[in-house]
């Protein structure tokens, strides 16, 4: 089964028969010093492209401070001015928007979060999802050349993206989505997902793990000998080149979902790579569908790729 064949139903619904992930493409960027007024404005122009892209399809947003979602017309984008007092006025950086309401996976959203905090291994965190059919538009190419710039401007310490599960942008629906993922997850290992909060927390001084495009910045790269430690062993089916911040890693010429125990094999070739600057995560991030240890389904999923068992 292709990918755009799975995209044309939800990969997982909730017990009331709403989506609770449907396929897409996401991009998920973690970078440090979020506090910085650099990193702010960055972000703002990001997601002003962001809205661009998605036209008229986003229904509402957040921002910081909020108490509910403001609603958006046809002809409405998000009024991203709310945004500028965040640049030098320090209160908490956050915008979330989505193509659906809430409780309802949709291919669009868009989630932003960046702290009054300056230290440069604390993150913060910006996540696009597409649908599919942007590839029709933009291409292979487009995609990995927009992956690159924002990877590039964020100065981020690691990113990812690739094909990958959409869950509801909301704060709760998105929780609720991730529990019910396991088989999900297990059935696809080439499928990325999302857990933003614990990923920017537990995952300051190592990688999550690894997709079609992964960014990891000098200073990680450092916990295996640096940069030309691993590139002088580095797979052919894996492209590099150079970012602001470190190397973005490209596995194969395109995304690959992968099939029940058969990971994508380029993939499978940079995550052995990489396994070295992995952080050491011992908490639980997904949910294991036996309902027995969340904390090992959660190791295996993110080892997924190391080429063993």
Known sequence: MTPYDLSRQPLINFNDGDPAAVLGLSMAFYFGSPGKR???????EAIRQYCQQSKSYLIQY???GD????????DQQPDLSLLTPTVDEMPDFQFD???APQGIASAWSVSALAERV???NYLGYLLLTYPLSILDQMGHEGFIRQFSALSNDLEVEHAYAGLSAIYPFDVGSMK???RISGNMLTSFPGLEAYNLNTTALGFEDGIKSINFLTAVSHRLLEKTGGAQAILQDLDPSVWHCDYSNGIIFQAGEKPELGSLNHPPAAYVALGKALKGVRADFNKTMFYDPEGKDHK???RRWLSRFDGEG
């Not at 650099?38 to 703002?44: A, Q």
């Not at 108490?67 to 046809?74: D, E, I, M, N, P």
């Open 118 to 120: 300056m230290r440069p």
């Open 38 to 44: 650099e990193r702010r404005l960055t972000l703002i």
């Open 176 to 178: 609720a989505a991730r």
């Open 97 to 99: 928007a989505g193509s």
């Open 296 to 298: 090992t389904f959660s």
């Open 62 to 64: 957040a921002v910081d």
């Open 67 to 74: 108490k509910q979602y403001r609603k958006l017309t046809a």
